[in-house]
């Protein structure tokens, strides 16, 4: 502890001659364009917690938080003030740098949004013509072709399973079809054949998919809106596209949160230990291991001299 505590104490007086040597301590302008550019980075904190959220899904909201800082940086860019200007001009290179082109995006991002009830195609035509304006009609066609050649990927597995079932069950439905109820030899059994053709070639006039994105769009303004339990009370309606939302919105946008949970580095690299050596941080990875490894307690107390030792000597 006191070793700890002698360099805080060296940490303090450094930051103190550092300050006192240049420009001084912060003066009341300096906490003013705190203030101002808390007011800018605010936003973006809140959109980072909405995409690297591990506790429910993301994929669906990384196109939103795309068109989110195309709007923010706009509005920024008319605010008059000259510092959080040129600040924005930074950002804006910077994020056109990795989103600029958007025939370049991962197709999971547009797909995403499609299944998405509360958006569907009419939002994602209304953002890609936000963010990309001058090649927006062939950003659409692509993700329309796309969304159609994976639909009948789906819809031709999905077959071959019903008619694997359809053969094994077929011994079990070889008695019940030689049953004639009365009412169809009132009907006509020539007539319900009729009709029950009639119903199927309209259904399959429209695809699962048409009747999908026919439909209007949910309105749920509200944050709760469950997205997986939509798609789990309307699988009847819609079995395949259910599936193909299954395996479209379970893709996570970022992998922050599973290496966090499997980084032994970010639990020893805290902010109080942020300036430890390569050397330290496997001598430390190493000690902890050993640490879960043996069944006698060890004092890190007794060591602390070696350690220091070979820190120093190692840096």
Not at 69 to 96: A, E, P
Not at 187 to 201: D, E, H, N, P
Not at 225 to 236: A, E, G, H, Q, T
Request: hydrophobic share 40%; charged share 25%; aromatic share 10%.
């Amino acid at each position: 502890m006191s070793v700890h505590l002698n360099h805080m104490y060296v940490i303090t007086i450094i930051f103190f001659l550092d300050l006192t040597a240049g420009d001084g301590v912060p003066t009341f302008d300096d906490w003013e364009i705190v203030r101002r550019v808390i007011k800018v980075l605010e936003p973006f904190n809140h959109l980072t917690l909405k995409v690297f959220g591990s506790l429910h899904i993301t994929s669906h909201s990384l196109f939103e938080v795309l068109t989110d800082v195309h709007c923010l940086f706009d509005r920024w860019q008319d605010c008059g003030d000259l510092d959080i200007i040129f600040m924005t001009s930074k950002m804006r290179d910077k994020y056109n740098k990795y989103w600029g082109e958007g025939n370049k995006i991962n197709m999971l991002v547009y797909l995403a949004v499609i299944f998405d009830p509360q958006c569907k195609m009419s939002f994602l035509d209304f953002g890609v013509n936000l963010l990309f304006p001058n090649v927006a009609n062939d950003i659409m066609k692509m993700i329309d072709k796309e969304l159609h050649c994976l639909f009948n990927e789906y819809s031709s597995n999905a077959g071959r399973i019903q008619l694997f079932e359809g053969r094994s069950s077929s011994s079990t439905n070889l008695y019940s079809s030689m049953e004639i109820d009365q009412s169809e030899m009132k009907t006509g059994l020539a007539k319900q054949k009729y009709l029950k053709k009639k119903k199927q070639v309209g259904l399959e006039s429209k695809s699962e998919l048409d009747r999908y994105l026919g439909e209007n769009e949910e309105v749920n303004n509200s944050s709760s809106f469950d997205l997986l339990l939509w798609w789990k009370m309307n699988s009847p309606r819609f079995p395949i596209l259910a599936q193909m939302a299954r395996d479209i919105l379970a893709t996570p946008i970022s992998t922050v949160a599973s290496e966090s949970a499997f980084s032994t580095g970010g639990r020893v690299l805290d902010s109080f230990r942020s300036s430890l050596t390569p050397f330290m941080v496997k001598a430390l990875v190493c000690t902890q291991d050993w640490l879960q490894k043996s069944n006698d307690a060890i004092n890190l107390e007794d060591y602390v001299d070696e350690l220091q030792t070979m820190e120093d000597g190692n840096t």
